[in-house]
């Protein structure tokens, strides 16, 4: 069983920053997993923002390139996402996922981002 915890959110300013970070725990061999974040806005859909594979490429949703990197510490089995020059916009659930090379994918519950104009 693989649990994935998210921490780090929390109220700022817009233009403001936060570092979140995801933990990894239970059976798993955190290096092999591609893992990425995704954030649900109110009445929205879940939407993709930032992704690292299991050899470190990263991709990024159009609307946080340059403000928000995607990071991994697999000895630490945590990724990161350190999001800066914040926009109201960016409120939200975030959600972190692991994605195993057969497919298999965990998600966390997510922690609450809100960025005050």
């Known amino acids: 069983q693989v649990q994935l915890v998210e921490s780090g959110g929390g109220l700022v300013q817009a233009g403001g920053s936060l570092r979140l970070s995801c933990a990894a725990s239970?059976?798993?061999?955190?290096?092999?997993?591609?893992m990425g974040w995704y954030r649900q806005a109110p009445g929205k859909q879940r939407e993709s923002v930032a992704a690292?594979?299991?050899?470190?490429?990263?991709n990024y949703a159009e609307s946080v390139k340059g403000r928000f990197t995607i990071s991994r510490d697999n000895a630490k089995n945590t990724v990161y996402l350190q999001m800066n020059s914040l926009k109201p916009e960016d409120t939200g659930d975030y959600y972190c996922?692991?994605?195993?090379?057969?497919?298999?994918?965990?998600w966390g519950k997510g922690t609450l981002v809100t960025v005050s104009s």
């Open positions: 996922r692991g994605q195993r090379p057969n497919g298999m994918a965990y």
């Open positions: 239970g059976s798993i061999m955190f290096s092999i997993y591609a």
């Open positions: 690292i594979s299991s050899g470190g490429s990263t």
